[in-house]
């Protein structure tokens, strides 16, 4: 006989040995003594066998021998699981820089209690909602070049359709957290895409509806993103959110042919002022000779004057005639320097140059304009130390220096022009290269009576 497996103590092994044995003995216990018929009389031992045999081996059926102990683990498991599964989705982590705003989900007090909690894990239970929002400075751009357009089109005083891109720095302070919530009841990221770009759209169509196209393209670009920021830092103010910058990203989009004109109308007003930068510049040449030219015939009068008072200026013409061991002057650069600030150290280093080139004997003459690196005190001490004479010209005059003058024009006119260089050691490479091989070697001088420096001399390289 088969007992049943929730009665017996043995292992899972003997039960299913009873099991088998049981089912066996039923059957032949049917074999050899034939069940009575439904007449009401009295059981057969052999029927008594067969039903405790088919009660055990429902019961077998029913109740799997080798299942009964993971019945007992998969209970135990889900005993535990279930709490701490509940506990895990009532816990909420806010992380390092964030703050959390809890919020009532259910009952007469929803959302009424709102409370800020800092860093940390905390448990709510499935009645509160934590909205996490950060403290620290953050950046948004809304731009076209992103999975949908969020860019910007305003109108200008004219009418005209501007499209731009615009980016915003702001934070949310922790203790307005809860006046942001309380003002959306949303997340940040919603408050940010939605409400915060609505703030900048508004501003962006009051400042840009008072500008000319030219404006808002050019110069007046800048006065826009100044007043369109204004405009946002204080509506955002009031809702708790600190707008820390607002500026524009890539350029403004104008339509094409809005785009031609203004193109046109700059490039027609750079030839303008190109053609009145070379008018002054005429003038100012005129100007100049007709200065020379009453310069020079003032001078040939009081030379004549002088020839007619003193013959002692006979004597000092013959001196100038000598054969050029006492040149007046050589037209000639020894001494040059570059650097990207025109202090004093430039203009010591290009000085220094010009001893060590030409080593002159002490009574030199240096003339200058007023300059103040001219004027300094380490300047004048170089001059000092090696005998030189120093000569300024007239405050605000530039024709006492004529001949540099002269020169920095040839070198613009002649050699610069209008090429651009690609940084500062280009442009001194080039520079130099005109200086030393075109300036002094090949470049006919009026001053030298249409010669070369070099064969005025008659000393190559010098």
Known sequence: ?????????????????????????????????????????????????VRV???????????PPSFQGDQV?????????????????????????YVGVKVQRYGDDRGVN??????????????????IFPTFTQSYVWDKAGKSDESFTFQTVEGLSVNTDIGVSYAIPRENAPKVFQKYRRGVDEITGVYLRAIVRDALNLAGASMAVEDVYGRGKAALQQRVEDEVKANAAKVGISVEKVYFVNQMRLPEQVMNS????????????????????????????????????????VKAKALRENSQIL?????????????????????????????????????????????????????????????????????????????????GNCWDNAVVERFFRSLKNEW??????????HAEQDITDYLVDFYNHRRLHSAAKGLRQTYRFGVQGQ
């Open 1 to 49: 006989m088969c007992a049943p497996p929730f009665f017996t103590g043995d292992t899972n092994q003997n039960r299913f040995e009873a099991h088998r044995r049981g089912r066996a003995v039923s059957r032949a216990a049917v074999d050899r003594h034939p069940v009575a018929g439904k007449s009401g009389q009295q059981h057969h031992p052999a029927r008594r066998a």
């Open 53 to 63: 045999a088919g009660i055990c081996r429902r019961l077998c059926e029913i109740h």
């Open 73 to 97: 683990k998969r209970l135990f498991l889900i005993l535990i699981l279930v709490p701490t599964m509940f506990l895990a989705a009532g816990c909420d982590n806010v992380p390092a820089g």
């Open 114 to 131: 709102v409370e800020v909690k800092g860093p940390g894990r905390y448990f709510n239970g499935p009645n509160v909602d934590m909205f």
């Open 262 to 301: 203004i193109n046109g109308k700059i490039a027609a007003t750079q030839i303008a002022q190109q053609k009145e930068n070379e008018l002054r510049a005429a003038e100012a040449d005129a100007a100049k000779q007709v200065a020379i030219a009453k310069g020079e015939a003032e001078a040939l009068e």
């Open 315 to 395: 004597q000092q013409m013959a001196i100038e005639k000598w054969d050029g061991k006492l040149p007046q002057y050589a037209r000639r650069a020894v001494g040059w320097a570059f650097s990207q600030h025109a202090d004093t150290d430039l203009a010591l280093k290009a000085l220094r140059r010009a001893y060590d080139h030409r080593r002159p004997p002490p009574g030199l003459m240096f003339h200058s304009d007023q300059g103040c690196q001219y004027t300094s005190t380490r300047f004048l001490a170089e001059l000092r130390a090696r005998g030189t004479i120093q000569s300024m010209s007239r405050r």
């Open 416 to 425: 610069i022009g209008d090429q651009l260089y690609v940084d500062h050691r």
